[in-house]
């Protein structure tokens, strides 16, 4: 294997997000992440002082989402949520960006957003990452092609002080012409461009349509540094099997590895 185990469970952020997650499903993927010994859970506002009384002592951090799924709350709202999530123990802040700002070209505005959660988070010894929704971009917008438009996205995050830029939330459906919903989220190429559009001070995240080990040794190479994902078991599970036949000397068949692909 070419990464440790922990180089690899410190990479994933253990999501729970489900809108119909219960408190059971929640505690439960608490106790799950602290056995895997993940980076962190990402969790909605209301569960953030469950969580940190669940994993306290555990090495395993507690992030919460701020202007979920769509980043349409005002500004002092995400701030205000952001205030509250920080003092209920949430360390790190998962923010959408305004995408109806930022498709229409208000920049100030974006940068502005991203700015006041990043300026609260940051004076209660919080790091913030900042989502694009990158299936929503596909066509670029405010006069600029996709790629453009997420370089630009990812040099304003920058100035606005984003420890991170993360490509996805995991929500992000588009009505296809079937009337059938479909998401990405993460791909291989989003992630180059965004670790080339942004400074070696700001990490990127990947989120949404990475499902397997290889899909998460892949996000590792192309420079990703955290993972959003629900199938952490499978994940660290294939990891110690493949392991364990190293180490007796078998050759292991990798896996799919596949990155933003199909329906979600």
Partial sequence: MDYTYQELAKMIDHSLLH?????EELEAGCRLA??????????????????????????VLV????G??????????????????????AVEIDMVVNIGKALSGDWEYVEQDVRAVCDEAHRRG???????????????????N????????????????????????????VKQPDGSYSYRGATEHDLVLMRASVSEKVQVKAAGGVRDLDGLIKVRDLGGTRCGA??????????????????????????????GSGHY
């Fill in 34 to 59: 602290a056995r895997y010994g993940v980076a962190s859970v990402c969790i909605k506002p209301y569960a953030v002082k469950r969580a940190a009384r669940l994993l306290e002592g555990s090495g």
């Fill in 230 to 259: 629900t199938a952490t078991a499978a994940m660290l599970d294939e990891y110690r099997r493949r392991e364990a036949a190293e180490k007796a000397g078998h050759v292991v068949p990798a896996t799919r590895g596949e990155i």
């Fill in 146 to 173: 996709s790629d453009d438009f997420k370089r630009q996205l990812c040099q304003i995050c920058e100035r606005a002080g984003a420890d991170w830029v993360k490509t996805s939330t995991g929500y992000g459906f």
């Fill in 63 to 66: 992030g919460a989402v701020v």
């Fill in 126 to 144: 919080a790091k913030v990452k900042v989502i694009f929704e990158n299936d929503y971009l596909t066509s670029g917008g405010a006069g600029l």
């Fill in 19 to 23: 809108p119909t997650m219960t408190d």
């Fill in 68 to 89: 979920f799924p769509h980043g349409s709350s005002c500004t002092e709202s995400k701030r205000y949520e952001t205030e509250l999530a920080c003092r209920d123990g």
